[in-house]
């Protein structure tokens, strides 16, 4: 078992990495109640074993995709929590992907102003990107993340097995982040995905990576603005699919746009041919462009991004919305 952790302004975050680690979630787990946050394809798969583990556990069942992540969703969730009788000092456990670490991080802060949080994410992308950094968000209508906070788990343990029962279009959404972190910020973690690599090993690189930005910026006022190359066109394509897409899939197609030097994008199109990760864009710009004015990156006309330089280096850049569609698309 790996461990990492992150100095937040107010929290120290530990992660645990390690195979296995589902069957001993109880010894992450504090006094207490505790209430279990899940969706449909992560019970059909685990919600036997998880009875057998936390007994005591109550759970809760969300429909499955990010069609879900909504207000409604909380408040339902937060009149089951008032009608049990949970407290400030009870844990909320985010047993899920993105969109379960993401309403669980979400419901655990507004209850009662703050409750206790431990995220046991259980897709590859949640394990290296959503569950670690504290941003925690629901949807609006057909908008992405647009009511958040951020508010960090007390521990997150990621089970590399959980990744064997995982669809393949789930898998490459993952490996979409993992990209990432190989293309903005380390040049050899990025060639490294050309081989054969141990998936322990590259979740553990990840994380490593996005523990160090994060704890470096916690609010998003400088580098943390980085890990959000790709997200830009990435959530828009989401969003016009009513979240068809996945988020990571999404992300890749977003960063082969934004890359602008066309060597490095060559290259960046040879991994994901490598991997099985397409490009097509399935939307027009003038519908991409609508989503992108409501980015949370915005302010006035002017757009807050990160421009990559070269594989393993990028900077922050502000641009106008229309500068960015011209070159981008």
């Known amino acids: 078992m790996k461990r990492i952790t992150a100095q937040y302004r107010f929290n120290k975050v530990k992660t645990y990495i390690g195979s296995g680690l589902f069957n001993k979630i109880r010894l992450f787990l504090p006094d207490g109640k505790i209430f279990v946050i899940t969706d449909e394809n992560v019970a ?7 009875k057998r583990i936390i007994p005591e556990a109550s759970i809760y069942i969300v429909g499955a995709g990010d069609s879900y992540k909504t207000l409604t969703t909380a408040e339902t969730i937060v009149s089951r929590l008032i009608n049990l009788g949970f407290t400030k000092t009870d844990t909320i456990l985010g047993f899920g992907g993105g969109m379960i670490t993401d309403l669980s991080g ?28 504290g941003k925690c968000a629901v949807n609006c209508g057909k908008y992405k993340n647009q009511i958040g906070t951020y508010y960090h788990p007390r521990f997150i343990v990621v089970d590399p097995d959980f990744i064997k029962t995982l669809p393949e279009e789930e898998y490459l959404s993952g490996l979409a982040e993992i990209i990432k972190y190989g293309l903005v910020f380390d040049r050899s973690f990025f060639n490294l995905l050309f081989s054969d690599f141990s998936l322990s090993e590259v979740i553990y690189r990840s994380l490593k990576i996005k523990a160090q930005i994060t704890a470096q910026d916690e609010f998003d006022e400088k580098e943390r603005v980085l890990l959000n190359y790709g997200h830009t066109i990435g959530h828009a394509i989401e969003s016009l699919s009513e979240f068809k897409v996945k988020h ?19 290259r960046l199109l040879k991994l994901y041919n490598h991997l099985g990760i397409g490009v097509d864009i399935p939307f027009s710009r003038e519908a991409i462009l609508t989503y992108v004015c409501q980015d949370k990156k915005l302010s006035g006309k002017m757009i807050r991004l990160p421009v990559l330089e070269d594989i393993g280096k990028a900077q922050i850049v502000n641009i106008s919305v229309e500068e960015f569609m011209r070159e981008i698309l």
Do not use: N, W
């Open 44 to 50: 059909k798969l685990y919600l036997d074993a998880l």
């Open 106 to 133: 979400f419901v655990a802060a507004t209850y009662k102003r703050g409750c206790d949080f431990i995220a046991m994410p259980t897709s590859l992308l949640a394990q290296v990107d959503s569950a670690l950094g």
């Open 248 to 266: 990571g899939i999404a992300v890749a197609v977003g960063m082969y746009y934004e890359t602008k030097d066309e060597k490095i994008k060559h």
